[in-house]
């Protein structure tokens, strides 16, 4: 399982939910939460501005943590919900998820991925770079980015609230 929300959320999830592993992503302005010492967290200090810009030299850094994201994902102890979430949990939250869906599963299941995706986060817009960033590291050719392409992005339903997503790696 993973769940997706904001950073008002985390620690009130972590309480309920007791997930294994925690990713944050936030711009180097935001505190990450404070977790207990159990818990596995990523930080990634990464703005809106460097997720969205991938031809800008700033951009050039969502596409270096691709890499450590999805290694953190290969490690993560599956029977315990993985937490990511960003500021909103709208944009950069949804996209690491996405990413490590596709990462974790066999090439060609992206579009169905993309749908589990939008069915239980309605109202995201995943970010379309780090999607683009991570389609390329993972050697997809256009398909995660054509299957994100496709969401309906328009529904604001469950803005900042929590979200899961059920997920199981592949064996």
């Not at 990523?42 to 991938?54: D, F, G, H, R, V």
Request: aromatic fraction near 4%; charge should be negative.
């Amino acid at each position: 399982m993973i769940i997706v929300c904001p950073l008002n959320k985390v620690q009130d999830i972590v309480a309920e939910r007791a997930p294994a592993s925690v990713i944050s992503i936030l711009d180097k302005s935001c505190d990450a939460p404070t977790l207990p010492e159990d818990i596995r967290h990523l930080k990634l200090a990464l703005s809106m501005a460097e997720a969205i810009c991938p031809s800008s030299s700033a951009g050039k850094k969502s596409s270096a943590y691709i890499d450590t994201l999805i290694d953190f994902a290969r490690a993560h102890d599956w029977s315990r919900p993985l937490l990511i979430h960003c500021q909103l949990g709208q944009c950069r939250s949804p996209a690491a998820a996405y990413i490590i869906m596709c990462a974790l599963s066999a090439p060609g299941s992206e579009q169905e991925k993309a749908n589990i995706l939008g069915h239980h986060l309605t109202g995201i817009d995943p970010c379309l770079s780090l999607v683009m960033n991570g389609d390329d590291f993972l050697a997809r050719n256009g398909a995660m980015i054509d299957a994100i392409a496709g969401m309906d992005c328009t529904h604001q339903a469950n803005c900042g609230q929590m979200r899961e997503i059920p997920f199981t790696p592949a064996a």
